[in-house]
């Protein structure tokens, strides 16, 4: 069948507490490193924060809803895992 059942705590109140904050950047390494190991790479920072163009660079500015991460992590599972 090549089929498994997967059960997975997604964390979103752990990441919300500790890196998905309104300014990200302020976020402590350690936590930001816990992120990346959980999705994997730092493509989570496309999915988290809505960005924009300001006179000399691009900002994340505002956060997205823990809906859209959500949804993001499962396009990433089947995407790139194959579920």
């Known amino acids: 069948m090549k089929s498994i059942d997967l059960f997975l705590n997604f ?17 402590e390494s350690e936590d930001i490193n816990r992120m990346n190991a959980f999705w994997g790479d730092e493509s989570w920072r496309q999915a988290a ?7 000399f660079e ?15 992590f499962r396009k990433r599972l089947e995407d790139k895992a194959g579920f």
Not at 49 to 55: C, D, G, I, P, R
Not at 58 to 72: G, M, Y
């Open 49 to 55: 924060y809505t960005s924009h163009q300001t006179l």
């Open 11 to 27: 964390p979103i109140m752990d990441m919300n507490r500790n890196v998905l904050w309104e300014h990200p950047e302020l976020a």
């Open 58 to 72: 691009w900002e994340d500015t505002e956060k997205n809803s823990n809906e859209d991460l959500v949804e993001a």
